[in-house]
């Protein structure tokens, strides 16, 4: 199996979209096709002994469009420049086509001998000129059964241009030659309005772009070089000078700054670095100067992972789509019968062939699923974009779409609600062995360990300079602790559920005692007996306690999840308000996700690689940006600045999203319930009136604009 990318022109319409998923999918060796009309983009899942691209670049071709292999990884630079020369293209058509139409118009206002053979003149080129891509894409499209958007304009222009050829010939009064080059010359104008407003939903993407730095410092054998951006090396140093971007990603070698990384998380305020800091390529160092070891260059920078992830969640499809897809699908093949029918009825019942024939052209012309296909995509473009904008990345239209359907959420306490950044507090000992030696043993067996409990203890002992032992047989238990031999002696060190046959009678006051504040307490035993207790407390991230508000408003259920202790749990989640799941095993945590999934959509946050399966488990998982790669792979969304309030956005956002594309599948249905009609002529009776067809022509394109229009003004919403 290989996914193919293909880049598609010709495309204006959901229908072009429907169409060609149709014809790909038939394409032997493809599992699964998706064709998106506000990337121009297919992207197809093959099986690569059975078809290969040229078999589906021919597939495409056969319907009228035409395509090419997408540069593998999407290049987002190259696409932007596609897109203005597409855009300068379309341009130059609908002003070609508007020097013919426009003294042809005036024409028809004129008393002069041969004026309707002038005028046929004037319209040729711009039936048989500006129109002939669309006469190629219906043809094309009618070899292969099929029919789409440009069949419609080509029989309703080509139906008024033909009649009103006889009628010249026939001498017969009345031509329409002006209906076909008016409405072929606003089909061109909507389309390249269309094309400029599409540009416009991805410039979230190109604003990245833009972020990225040209140029680096190196140095090099003692030298100081300035080198294009893409030739620094992993393990290169780079000097970062003041109000200069830093490069690429590294860690801070040398020298204290602060750096604005707002253009990359969202956050304003500077950040302070110091040596052993991480930094962010194409973010901005503020004052000091900076040494940096390149540690991520090229493709994997995280300004590059954005970028792609965002690529990939504005090409992704929403499940709302499917609706759009459904309806598209039948279209224009109903619009086609309709069109018949209006000149079958009108024919019968008033004799009258020119009064049958504009009430036909304007149905053909009116209809449009262009703008019923727009309305997805489009703001699912605005809105993903609008939310990497704000350091909330987005992966797909998926997850876009659920999240404005959760109903509860669980927060990981530790990295999450929490700084992560715990400190030791007290060292209790209950034994013989005093303070110092109890923090020394602690800290020798915790050595082995990754956990943030573990770095709290060794911190805690490095800063205090205290010559940490060598222990052997260490082991991890997650979830309960660690244990190590030193010398002779066998120690514990961890949790109740660790401390089995340990008698803790004795000491359960106190240690009750350090839990209600809100600490953790770790016990470490030798043999049978236990040595002392260490607790350790984490900080509140200051966000917190606002975030939680953000979610009780929005009438969402908060939980918190932690592996900690009971009484630990309660006294931090009854500081916040929040009920709580304590002493959750690691490989449990996925499962108190799935008992609440039966109550409603749930969602997580966590950070940790522990955390990973609850995220992939839970509708939405949403990883801190600073966590683990794991965590931040199984999320749906990544908050880029591990603060909690971005996820109450998040949902915010997916429920503004949802209410645009509810908008705009409303309003592009009702064009279509009323303007198929009006056109058509079922109103004729009690009014007196028939649409012309110029007029449906301008409401069809005016339709679909405004549709990318209305999703545009997503970006202006507050969130
Ligand atoms: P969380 O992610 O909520 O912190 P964990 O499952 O990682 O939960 O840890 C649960 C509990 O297990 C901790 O509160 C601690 O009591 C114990 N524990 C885990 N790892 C260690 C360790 N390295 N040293 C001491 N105790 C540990
Ligand atoms: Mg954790």
């Not at 493709?299 to 992972?305: G, M, Q, R, V």
């Not at 809105?383 to 904008?389: C, D, Q």
């Not at 991890?476 to 109740?496: C, D, E, M």
């Not at 929040?578 to 996700?593: G, T």
Request: glycine residues 8%; positive net charge.
């Amino acid at each position: 199996m290989k996914k193919i990318v293909l880049d598609v022109k010709g495309m204006h319409c959901a229908s072009c979209a429907t169409l060609l998923t149709r014809a790909l999918s038939k394409v032997e060796g493809v599992k699964e096709a998706n064709v998106n009309v506000a990337t121009n983009k297919a992207t197809v899942d093959v099986d690569e002994s059975k078809a290969g691209t040229d078999a589906l670049i021919a597939a495409i071709r056969s319907k009228g469009y035409d395509a090419a292999e997408s540069s593998g990884v999407i290049d987002p630079e190259q696409d932007a420049k596609a897109r203005q020369e597409e855009l300068k293209k379309s341009w130059r058509l609908f002003l070609f086509s508007l020097a013919f139409t426009l003294p042809l118009f005036l024409l028809t206002f004129l008393e002069i001998p041969y004026r309707d053979i002038i005028i046929w003149i004037l319209a040729t080129p711009v039936q048989g000129g500006a129109a002939w891509h669309m006469y190629v894409s219906a043809f094309t499209a009618l070899r292969g059964w099929s029919a789409n958007m440009d069949t419609l304009i080509v029989l309703g222009t080509s139906a008024a241009y033909l009649y009103s050829v006889y009628a010249v010939l026939a001498g017969v009064e009345g031509t329409y030659f002006e209906v076909a080059a008016i409405l072929i010359t606003i089909v061109l104008f909507g389309r390249w309005l269309e094309a400029r407003a599409k540009g416009k939903t991805s410039e979230a993407i190109k604003r990245l772009i833009g972020l990225k730095p040209k140029t680096a410092t190196v140095l090099r054998k003692g030298k100081e070089m300035k080198i294009p951006v893409d030739d620094v090396q992993v393990g290169d140093l780079v000097i970062v000078k003041p109000g200069e971007k830093v490069p690429v990603d590294g860690v801070v070698e040398e020298g204290h700054s602060s750096i604005d990384e707002s253009m990359v998380t969202g956050e304003s305020i500077p950040i302070e670095k110091k040596p052993g800091d991480a930094v962010i390529g194409a973010t901005i160092n503020k004052h000091g100067l900076l040494t940096i070891k390149a540690t991520k260059v090229g493709a994997n920078t995280t300004l590059a992972h954005i970028i792609r992830l965002i690529e990939e969640a504005q090409g992704s499809k929403a499940p709302i789509q499917r609706f759009a897809d459904a309806v598209s699908a039948y279209f224009v093949p109903a619009v086609l019968v309709i069109a018949i029918l209006t000149f079958i009825i009108w024919f019968v019942v008033s004799k009258d062939v020119q009064f049958s024939l504009i009430a036909s052209v304007s149905v053909l012309v009116i209809a449009c699923p262009c703008a019923l296909g727009l309305a997805t995509p489009t703001a699912i473009m605005v809105g993903t974009g609008k939310g990497a904008k704000n350091g909330i990345l987005i992966k797909g239209g998926e997850a876009l779409e659920t999240a404005h359907k959760i109903t509860h959420v669980i927060l990981d306490k530790t990295g999450t609600i929490t700084k992560g950044q715990p400190e030791v507090t007290d060292l209790v000992s209950v034994s013989k062995v005093g303070e110092k030696e109890l923090l020394t043993l602690a800290a020798s067996i915790e050595k082995g360990s990754e956990h943030p409990l573990a770095d709290a203890i060794v911190k805690a002992a490095v800063e205090k300079k205290l010559a940490l032992k060598k222990v052997t047989g260490f082991k991890a238990v997650p979830g309960h602790g660690v244990s190590a031999t030193l010398g002779k002696k066998h120690y514990l060190l961890g949790n109740v559920k660790l401390m089995k046959g340990i008698s803790l009678k004795a000491h359960e006051e106190k240690l009750h005692a350090l839990e209600e504040q809100g600490k953790t307490v770790m016990m470490l035993a030798e043999g049978k007996s236990l040595v002392g207790l260490v607790a350790v407390a984490d900080t509140m991230k200051e966000t917190s306690p606002e975030a939680i508000q953000l979610f009780k408003k929005m009438g969402i259920d908060v939980y918190m999840i932690t592996g900690d202790n009971a009484r630990t749990a309660k006294a931090i989640a009854g500081k916040l308000g929040i009920k709580y799941f304590a002493e959750v095993l690691p490989e449990d945590k996925a499962n108190y996700v799935k008992k609440l999934q039966k109550e409603g959509k749930v969602a997580m946050v966590g950070d940790g690689i522990n955390d990973a399966p609850a995220l992939a488990q839970a509708d939405i998982g949403a990883a801190m940006g600073s966590g683990t790669d794991v965590a931040m792979e199984s999320g749906d969304l990544v908050l880029m600045k591990d603060d909690l309030r971005d996820v109450a956005k998040a949902i915010k956002l997916s429920r503004q999203t949802m209410a645009k594309i509810r908008q705009n599948m409303f309003w592009a249905l009702v064009y279509n319930v009323i303007g198929i009609p009006v056109a058509a002529g079922v109103f004729y009776g009690w009014t007196g009136w028939l649409l012309s067809p110029i007029i449906a022509g301008a409401a069809m394109a005016l339709s679909s604009v405004s549709v990318v229009s209305n999703s545009l003004l997503l970006r202006m919403k507050k969130l």
